[in-house]
């Protein structure tokens, strides 16, 4: 079974606009851990190619590492929260 969820009109453009969102996992003792992330649709080499147009306003990613391997990670959100949004 899938669980999908719709997202309003102005939520949905968030994702297309140049914006941050925040991945927040738990510590072992409970804790929040929140990382600002970019948000986007897509995926890996050509994906932060992408991002590094859309944020810095250049064509490839400048802060490659010889060797570096990107992955991307899919989060299937359980709710979603949104702040400062209007319905």
Do not use: C
């Not at 490659?64 to 899919?74: L, M």
């Amino acid at each position: 079974m899938e669980n999908t969820m719709t997202l309003t009109e102005k939520a949905a453009a968030l994702f297309l606009a140049r914006n941050w969102g925040n991945l927040v996992d738990l510590r072992a003792d409970g804790s929040p851990h929140v990382t600002p992330v970019w948000v986007v649709d897509e995926g890996a080499d050509e994906h932060i190619d992408k991002l590094a147009k859309k944020y810095l306003g250049v064509d490839e990613y400048p802060f490659r590492s010889p060797g570096e391997q990107r992955v991307i990670i899919r989060i299937t959100p359980e709710r979603v929260d949104l702040h400062g949004v209007a319905e």
